[in-house]
């Protein structure tokens, strides 16, 4: 396939190859054979130039500890940040091995995005284990749509939608949109229970939330 980019550059893309094709420019192909590609553009948005911003598709992940407000009171003030600071470096620890970038931290939650709806679900329960295996029990909820992202801030309403689903959650359980559910519609080993609709605060519709589990 031949490339021709608005700058004149031409470049001629071989079989088997992977390359990155800039904006503005035309291709061609020679021949009669068939062409094949895999467009792969999910975590474009992921870097944009400083100062800038990018519209995505992303996976937006919430993490809370259950009950934090009570274990704050009854642990003290210093028991309880030693705590966050354990329950804070198990997440982080956690996060490189399904691709999530953290967003922002709040207290005892964690806004986390993904441009992998499968990865962000099974990193929710992933971090269920490992939180609740040191008796942190928290809830996750998750939610995909397009957002807005500069460097260091992600916003638009799959954030706001996630961030209310999480508020729905039970100890120990990682809740999804029903548009994430269908996103990750055929992934190994994950099944979906239907919680039943919910008016979402702040959301014009109802929305119907899955609970998540090992299959």
Known sequence: ?????????????????VFDLPPGHVTWVEGDDELVMVDWAGGAGFDPQLGGQARAMATIVFTDIVGSTARASDAGDASWRRTVAMHDDVVRSVLPEFGGREIETAGDSFLIAFD????????????????????????VGIHSGEVVMSADQIRGLAVHAAARIVDEAGAGEVLVSATTRDLAEGATGLV????????????????????????
């Open 116 to 139: 992998n709806v499968e990865s962000a679900i099974r990193c929710g329960l992933t971090l269920v284990r490992a939180l609740g295996a040191i008796q942190l029990p928290i809830r």
């Open 1 to 17: 396939m031949g490339i021709r980019t608005d700058d004149g550059e031409e470049v001629v893309v071989g079989p088997n190859q």
């Open 192 to 215: 979906f229970e239907s919680r039943g609709r919910f008016r979402l605060r702040g959301l014009n519709r109802e929305h119907e939330l899955f609970s998540v589990v090992l299959g």
